[in-house]
């Protein structure tokens, strides 16, 4: 497709199970951004890859949030253990380098919420 | 510790008038500036982006000015249209060896009224 891809759209699940969250990036875009956006909140870094390295980690919230780029392509952010506050929308931004004059281009977002 | 801040969660308009969002930031390196908007349930759209070598970028109805001595940016959109109504987030990021993640403020809510 044209945009950038996610999946799923929504997720519901019980705390203290594990979550995959998957985007698509626009085709060869080569850096792959994934924020969240919690309730009234503005989007909070989380990762950023470059190809399928990832300089950039700063922002995981804690040892229970991984991801992994295969390529340039696919990424999947995994969540271990849920916890409620980890309840927010998840969304992937794509870019065709990592330079602050690409605009990055957004999913539409997960949706996660953690009962 | 917010680096990125739009104070005001919301923004009413009467259609054709001028909106006026505004952003302000707290890290001196920042170097690049960058508005979204958002649709309820979509991911943020780029919209416009301003270099700190500039103080005025302009795109058709919109226009960004930064004051980097009050590290203060807005954007205005004139005249303002009902397809406007959305929720605006600054961002802001600066340059260094590698990519710097974009800082995004909490956003601010237009709703432009017929």
């Known amino acids: 497709g044209a945009g950038v891809s996610q999946s799923p759209s929504n997720k519901v699940t019980e705390k203290g199970k594990d979550v995959e969250l998957r985007c698509d990036p626009i085709s060869g875009h080569t850096a792959l951004y994934w924020y969240r956006q919690r309730l009234g909140q503005g989007l909070e870094f989380l990762i950023y890859f470059q190809g399928n390295s990832a300089p950039d980690k700063s922002g995981l919230p804690s040892d229970r949030f991984s991801a992994e780029r295969t390529g340039e392509s696919v990424s999947t952010l995994t969540i271990q253990r849920t916890q409620q506050e980890d309840s927010a929308v998840y969304l992937c931004?794509?870019?065709?380098?990592?330079?602050?004059?690409?605009?990055?281009?957004f999913g539409d977002g997960t949706r996660l919420s953690i009962l | 510790d917010q680096q990125v801040k739009q104070n005001s969660p919301s923004l009413s308009v009467q259609e054709g008038r001028i909106s006026i969002l505004n952003c302000d930031y707290t890290?001196?390196?920042?170097?690049?500036f960058l508005w979204y908007k958002k649709y309820p349930a979509e991911g943020p759209t780029f919209l416009i982006s301003i270099s700190s070598i500039k103080d005025k970028n302009e795109d058709g109805r919109f226009t960004v000015f930064l004051n980097k001595s009050a590290k203060h940016l807005s954007l205005h959109i004139v005249p303002s249209q009902p397809g406007d109504s959305a929720v605006y987030f600054c961002?802001?990021?600066?340059?260094?060896?590698?990519?710097?993640?974009?800082?995004f403020g909490k956003g601010t809510r237009l709703s432009v009224i017929a």
């Open positions: 890290n001196s390196m920042f170097d690049y």
């Open positions: 961002a802001a990021t600066y340059r260094n060896s590698g990519n710097t993640p974009l800082v």
């Open positions: 931004a794509s870019s065709r380098w990592a330079g602050n004059d690409q605009p990055q281009h």
